[in-house]
C-alpha cells in the first residue's frame, strides 16, 4: 500500500518534468506554452460561464420551489411497481442537472441509509451509470458554438435511462 501512495504522490511532479523535459528537448517555451493556454482556457469559461449560471439557479429552483418534490411524488406510485426505492429518485432526477448536487443528495442517502444497504449501494452503483445530461450537453455545445443538438438530448436520456435500468438490475441481482 505505501508504493501506491508514494507513485500517487509522485505523480504531479513526474508528470510536470516530463513536461519541462520534453520542452526543453523540443525547444518549446513552456512558460508562453502554458501562458498561451492559460489565456485560451479563460476564454472557454468566459463563454460557458452563462450557461453554468443558468444551470445553477436551475439547480435551485428544482430545490427550492418543490418542483423536485412534486416530480418525484409524480413518479412515486411507477417506482413502487418496479421496484425502484423510492428514496433515490430525487438523485435519479437531480443527477440528469447537477453532479455537485446528486452528490449532496447521494451523501444524505449515505446518512440516512448508510452504504451498505441495498439503497445506497443501488444509489452508487446508479451515478456511476449516469450522466448529467443537461450540464454536458449545455457546456460542451455552448464551449464549441454547436447550435442544434438534433438527437443529442433524447439519445442522451434513453442512455441515462438504461444506465438507471442497468443500476437497478445489477443490484437486485448482486444484492437482492
Known amino acids: 500500500m505505501n508504493i501506491i501512495s508514494l507513485v500517487s504522490d509522485m505523480m504531479v511532479p513526474l508528470?510536470?518534468?516530463?513536461?519541462i523535459m520534453y520542452g526543453y528537448k523540443h525547444k518549446?517555451?513552456?512558460?508562453?506554452?502554458?501562458?498561451e493556454g492559460?489565456?485560451?482556457?479563460?476564454?472557454i469559461v468566459l463563454t460557458?460561464?452563462?450557461?453554468?449560471?443558468?444551470?445553477?439557479?436551475a439547480v435551485g429552483v428544482l430545490?427550492?420551489?418543490?418542483?423536485?418534490?412534486?416530480?418525484?411524488r409524480l413518479a412515486d406510485p411507477f417506482a413502487k411497481?418496479?421496484?425502484f426505492p423510492v428514496e433515490v429518485l430525487p438523485l435519479t432526477l437531480m443527477r440528469l442537472v447537477s453532479s455537485s448536487a446528486a452528490t449532496g443528495l447521494l451523501l444524505d442517502i449515505f446518512k440516512n441509509y448508510t452504504p451498505d444497504s441495498f439503497t445506497g449501494r443501488f444509489a452508487s452503483v446508479m451515478m456511476c451509470c449516469t450522466e448529467t445530461v443537461f450540464y454536458t450537453i449545455s457546456v460542451y455545445f455552448m464551449s464549441v458554438k454547436v447550435k442544434k443538438?438534433?438527437?443529442?438530448?433524447?439519445?442522451?436520456?434513453?442512455?441515462?435511462?438504461?444506465g438507471v435500468a442497468a443500476s437497478l438490475w445489477i443490484c437486485r441481482l448482486c444484492w437482492g
Open 81 to 83: 411497481i418496479v421496484g
Open 28 to 35: 518549446i517555451d513552456i512558460y508562453d506554452a502554458f501562458v
Open 149 to 162: 443538438t438534433r438527437y443529442t438530448l433524447v439519445g442522451a436520456l434513453i442512455a441515462n435511462f438504461a
Open 48 to 57: 460557458v460561464l452563462p450557461t453554468l449560471l443558468g444551470l445553477m439557479i
Open 38 to 43: 492559460a489565456q485560451s482556457g479563460f476564454k
Open 15 to 19: 508528470v510536470m518534468a516530463y513536461i
Open 63 to 72: 430545490e427550492h420551489s418543490g418542483l423536485l418534490a412534486l416530480l418525484c
